[in-house]
């Protein structure tokens, strides 16, 4: 067996990488549960903020690298820009589901109601159902050349959209901008490196997850290949 | 060039009949349906009127904006227009440009009806009124043209055309109900200005990135 056709585990560096963040993801939780002080006006609450604001954050990186490979895909008509746009797509969506989840559960407590038109949690909404279409196209479609280009163009195009979505909003519905804002910088030791802590351990999973998302789909296009030869 | 593209368009529209016809038929039947299902006095209309005018102006556009393309589908049409030394970028703004004219005729007969349907007074800011649908228009066929246009040879586009025109077009959408608020109650132009100033970036930027990635996407 030709050594190109590994499975993704027999690599030994993402077999290392994978313990590694399965390591330090209970290491960010034992942390965010017992090491980190306890909101005094949150409680517990505050807790999911470790969790959710990296979700955000990776879910951003996650649709920026998606334009990106749009971008070179159009230019090149390269294929690995594809994989790397549709996987980057893939757990971008993820992550917002994450953030779309972990938002209310906050919210609920502290807010006293579990949605609100607030513009960071609408802009994430309206993205996540963006991508949703941009998966039908994926799904619908038969000709794979097509298909590539039309998403590339999706993804480039949502991108574009999300300060637009993001004002929109704000200016939309003013009354309601509860949103916190800390100021990262001024918060104490435990809770400033907890946090970049855990934006570390979320990259980290991203990181993952594309490397075997990408894997996966050349895998695929690799029986494609051969099915179509048949 | 793109006189004569647009012009072949139009042409096309003269002699069927269909888009417009149809994006007007359309578009009454969504104002019935409007006035049956809220029976309500014209003052308490008045205030939701800003929001159902655009929501019939979205339904209908989806009608054009599906046609516009599958026109070219037509006997394999779109292989000969591809084929022929145009710009692929001018095709697509010849596209946008003939939507945006179907769109804006559709709704010249399709406004007065919707006032006088609902019962409900024209607004004073005629003037206002008509720059945002103008620039409204613009934003709807530029972004529509290039989602459209792009999708058109997969299978049941139409199903997918709306999945994906809708939430891109949620931020345009927001400021054209809220300024056309704002001028139906006769508010100064200071008040609307963020919201005229919005559209305004929303079409440019997606025209100018639809005429730069337009080419790419057609590509083979």
Request: proline share 4%; glycine share 4%; aromatic share 18%.
């Amino acid at each position: 067996m030709s050594s190109e056709i590994k499975f993704f585990h027999q690599n030994i560096y993402s077999k290392l990488f994978g313990l590694l963040i399965i390591f330090s993801w209970l290491i960010l939780n034992y942390f965010v549960l017992f090491v980190t002080r306890i909101d005094p006006y949150q409680e517990m609450a505050q807790k999911i903020f470790y969790f959710h604001v990296p979700s955000a954050w990776v879910a951003g990186i996650a649709y920026l690298v998606v334009m990106i490979s749009g971008i070179n895909y159009l230019r090149t008509k390269n294929n690995y820009w594809d994989y790397v746009g549709y996987a980057s797509a893939e757990i971008g969506t993820i992550f917002c589901a994450l953030v779309l989840i972990t938002g209310p559960i906050w919210a609920t407590p502290i807010w006293g109601t579990s949605w609100s038109w607030e513009p960071r949690l609408t802009t994430v909404l309206i993205m996540f159902l963006i991508y949703l279409g941009y998966f039908s196209v994926r799904n619908f479609g038969k000709s794979l050349t097509t298909i590539k280009s039309i998403s590339a163009t999706i993804g480039v195009l949502a991108f574009l959209n999300v300060p637009i979505i993001y004002f929109s909003v704000k200016f939309w519905a003013e009354e309601v901008q509860l949103h916190p804002q800390p100021e990262m910088m001024e918060q104490p030791v435990d809770i400033y490196y907890t946090f970049l802590f855990s934006l570390i351990v979320f990259f980290m999973i991203y990181m993952y997850l594309l490397n075997y998302r990408i894997h996966i789909l050349k895998i695929k296009s690799k029986l494609e290949n051969i099915l179509e030869d048949y | 060039m793109i006189r004569s593209l647009v012009l072949k368009d139009l042409l096309i529209e003269i002699k069927s009949k269909e888009i417009i016809s149809s994006m007007i038929a359309f578009g009454i039947s969504v104002i019935l349906l409007f006035a049956f299902s809220f029976r309500a006095s014209p003052s308490q209309v008045y205030f939701f009127a800003p929001g159902l005018l655009w929501m019939i102006f979205i339904f209908i556009s989806i009608i054009l904006l599906n046609r516009i393309f599958n026109l070219e589908m037509e006997n394999k049409s779109y292989e000969i227009l591809f084929s022929s030394p145009v710009d692929k970028s001018t095709i697509f703004l010849s596209k946008c440009i003939s939507s945006l004219i179907f769109l804006i005729f559709s709704q010249i007969i399709i406004t007065p009806i919707f006032f006088l349907f609902l019962q409900i007074n024209f607004p004073e800011n005629l003037l206002f009124f008509l720059i945002i649908i103008f620039f409204v228009d613009l934003g709807i066929c530029s972004i529509g043209s290039i989602i459209s246009g792009s999708i058109m040879k997969i299978r049941s586009n139409e199903i997918l055309l709306p999945i994906l025109f809708f939430p891109m077009i949620t931020p345009l959408i927001i400021s054209a109900v809220k300024s056309t608020d704002l001028i139906f109650n006769n508010h100064p132009f200071v008040d609307w200005k963020i919201w005229f100033q919005l559209i305004l970036s929303f079409s440019v930027i997606f025209l100018f990135s639809g005429y730069l990635l337009y080419p790419h996407v057609t590509n083979e």
